[in-house]
């Protein structure tokens, strides 16, 4: 069982490619650091780059603040599309560094699969933007190790689209517990959902309006499938991480939030999986779980088989948190014993404060006006990148724990397993010419 799921993941990660023969490519905009604060008249030139689904939703809400000068899809159709959605004036690029070119590009929206982010994210701001970035930040535990030094050297605004922590439901569940109305905590359970199974999948040739090679960019060279590309990338290890990676980034990082442990990790872990074994299938878990051990003896559980959303349990009662709801004895004390603003012990913007909304748009709202508030300031925002490489890397790390399914030791502060094996799996191998650097 060990072989075939470690097979699985390796298989995902590895494979010989053949050599692009890409170009370097040298920035020749200005990457001067824009350290004054601007005006909240000014509306920012915006260059949106991956438009299939979520990139499309992320630019949407930074409508008010700024206008879409730059669209940059790898599928020439979806990229089209975009453009007449933003007033068909943007011109189009198949290559996204001809965005980050361009003078009146001031912010950078990222909405490309998880195995595109981390390069994006560096050259945008070594080529002086600010930047919003889909989560999960990186595709493996090491790209956060390369990349975290290129962002603060940088001096840019980075957030990242874990916005359920401008979700007030999420915030306020996440707020009672780092106020302490649990008392001491005991266990946090954390569910994802599950993962889809399908294939095998036929391949076939790429369409004439996809650039098949350079959407696979780090990942192995293999012939096209469609279901390996747009919204089921999520499916495969080579692009993505699962659900454990997709919803996991938003409810570990809230998890950790009210814990108190968004700035470390856990010391101990283990995993059990079940996954499939199809020839060019999605490849990702059927069904898994995985038990977290922190410092100070918090438990914390993420798995498929358990509710949605976060559940806190303290000495003094439990709290569930999901979009819309919050359950729970403390949560009843709330509306006698609010927590007043001023002992909020998490970060809270000011547009918390405006009225709410309805479903996940209000929070879309808040988390794209927290941006641009940043942005202007040059203030940290909400989903700072410092929390979300914690949130990211315990994504995947629960992922090796899943494929290796035994105790793990991990040293948050070093960012390792003490066990070779696991240690293997931080990184991936990258196709040459698309080597992280």
Same mark, same amino acid.
């Given at each position: 069982?060990?072989?075939?799921?470690?097979?699985?993941?390796?298989?995902?990660?590895?494979?010989?490619?053949?050599?692009?023969?890409?170009?370097?490519?040298?920035?020749?905009?200005?990457?001067?650091?824009?350290?004054?604060?601007?005006?909240?008249?000014?509306?920012?030139?915006?260059?949106?780059?991956?438009?299939?689904?979520?990139?499309?939703?992320?630019?949407?809400?930074?409508?008010?603040?700024?206008?879409?000068?730059? +669209?940059?899809? +790898?599928?020439?159709?979806?990229? $089209?599309?975009?453009?007449?959605?933003?007033?068909?004036?943007?011109?189009?690029?198949?290559?996204?560094?001809?965005?980050?070119?361009?003078?009146?590009?001031?912010?950078?929206?990222?909405?490309?699969?998880?195995?595109?982010?981390?390069?994006?994210?560096?050259?945008?701001?070594?080529?002086?933007?600010?930047?919003?970035? $889909?989560?999960?930040?990186?595709?493996?535990?090491?790209?956060?190790?390369?990349?975290?030094?290129?962002?603060?050297?940088?001096?840019?605004?980075?957030?990242?689209?874990?916005?359920?922590?401008?979700?007030?439901?999420?915030?306020?569940? /996440?707020?009672?517990?780092?106020? =302490?109305?649990?008392?001491?905590?005991?266990?946090?359970?954390?569910?994802?959902?599950?993962?889809?199974? =399908?294939?095998?999948?036929?391949?076939?040739?790429?369409?004439?309006?996809?650039?098949?090679?350079?959407?696979?960019?780090?990942?192995?060279?293999?012939?096209?499938?469609?279901?390996?590309?747009?919204?089921?990338?999520?499916?495969?290890?080579?692009? /993505? =991480?699962?659900?454990?990676?997709?919803?996991?980034?938003?409810?570990?990082?809230?998890?950790?939030?009210?814990?108190?442990?968004?700035?470390?990790?856990?010391?101990?872990?283990?995993?059990?999986?079940?996954?499939?074994?199809?020839?060019?299938?999605?490849?990702?878990?059927?069904?898994?779980?995985?038990?977290?051990?922190?410092?100070?003896?918090?438990?914390?559980?993420?798995?498929?088989?358990?509710?949605?959303?976060?559940?806190?349990?303290? $000495?003094?009662?439990?709290?569930?948190?999901?979009?819309?709801?919050?359950?729970?004895?403390?949560?009843?004390?709330?509306?006698?014993?609010?927590?007043?603003?001023?002992?909020?012990?998490?970060?809270?913007?000011?547009?918390?404060?405006?009225?709410?909304?309805?479903?996940?748009?209000?929070?879309?709202?808040?988390?794209?006006?927290?941006?641009?508030?940043?942005?202007?300031?040059?203030?940290?925002?909400?989903?700072?990148?410092?929390?979300?490489?914690? /949130?990211?890397?315990?994504?995947?790390?629960?992922?090796?724990?899943?494929?290796?399914?035994?105790?793990?030791?991990?040293?948050?502060?070093?960012?390792?397993?003490?066990?070779? $094996?696991?240690?293997?799996?931080?990184?991936?191998?990258?196709?040459? =010419?698309?080597?992280?650097?």
């Amino acid at each position: 069982m060990q072989r075939t799921t470690r097979r699985s993941f390796l298989q995902a990660a590895a494979g010989a490619a053949a050599a692009t023969g890409a170009a370097p490519y040298f920035f020749t905009a200005r990457a001067e650091e824009a350290g004054k604060p601007r005006s909240k008249n000014d509306r920012f030139g915006i260059g949106t780059i991956g438009m299939r689904y979520q990139g499309t939703v992320n630019t949407d809400h930074a409508l008010p603040y700024g206008d879409v000068v730059a +669209v940059c899809d +790898v599928d020439r159709q979806i990229g $089209e599309k975009a453009v007449e959605r933003y007033g068909g004036k943007a011109p189009l690029y198949d290559d996204y560094r001809k965005v980050l070119d361009r003078e009146d590009v001031d912010v950078v929206y990222i909405g490309t699969p998880d195995h595109w982010h981390t390069q994006m994210l560096m050259d945008a701001v070594r080529a002086g933007k600010d930047v919003y970035a $889909e989560k999960p930040l990186t595709l493996t535990v090491d790209e956060g190790k390369v990349l975290l030094p290129v962002v603060r050297a940088s001096g840019r605004v980075v957030t990242v689209n874990t916005r359920l922590r401008s979700n007030r439901v999420h915030r306020l569940a /996440a707020e009672t517990v780092a106020a =302490g109305r649990l008392g001491k905590l005991r266990r946090v359970v954390v569910g994802v959902g599950k993962n889809p199974i =399908g294939g095998p999948f036929p391949t076939e040739d790429p369409p004439s309006h996809l650039n098949w090679e350079r959407w696979l960019g780090q990942a192995p060279l293999v012939p096209y499938t469609k279901e390996r590309c747009h919204f089921t990338f999520r499916w495969w290890y080579e692009y /993505a =991480g699962g659900k454990q990676a997709d919803i996991g980034a938003h409810q570990l990082d809230l998890a950790q939030w009210g814990m108190g442990m968004q700035h470390t990790g856990p010391v101990e872990l283990e995993g059990t999986a079940t996954f499939p074994d199809v020839e060019n299938g999605y490849n990702v878990a059927t069904s898994f779980e995985v038990r977290m051990k922190y410092a100070d003896g918090v438990e914390l559980i993420t798995g498929d088989g358990v509710p949605g959303g976060v559940r806190y349990e303290g $000495e003094l009662g439990w709290l569930h948190g999901r979009r819309g709801e919050i359950n729970g004895r403390p949560f009843d004390l709330l509306n006698d014993d609010p927590i007043p603003r001023e002992a909020f012990r998490l970060y809270a913007h000011d547009n918390l404060d405006r009225p709410l909304g309805t479903g996940k748009d209000s929070e879309q709202d808040y988390h794209a006006g927290n941006f641009f508030d940043c942005v202007r300031t040059r203030r940290t925002p909400i989903s700072d990148i410092l929390s979300q490489n914690r /949130a990211a890397n315990l994504c995947h790390i629960a992922n090796i724990a899943q494929h290796l399914g035994r105790k793990l030791r991990w040293d948050p502060e070093k960012e390792v397993f003490l066990d070779d $094996e696991a240690n293997a799996m931080l990184s991936r191998p990258q196709r040459k =010419g698309y080597e992280i650097a």
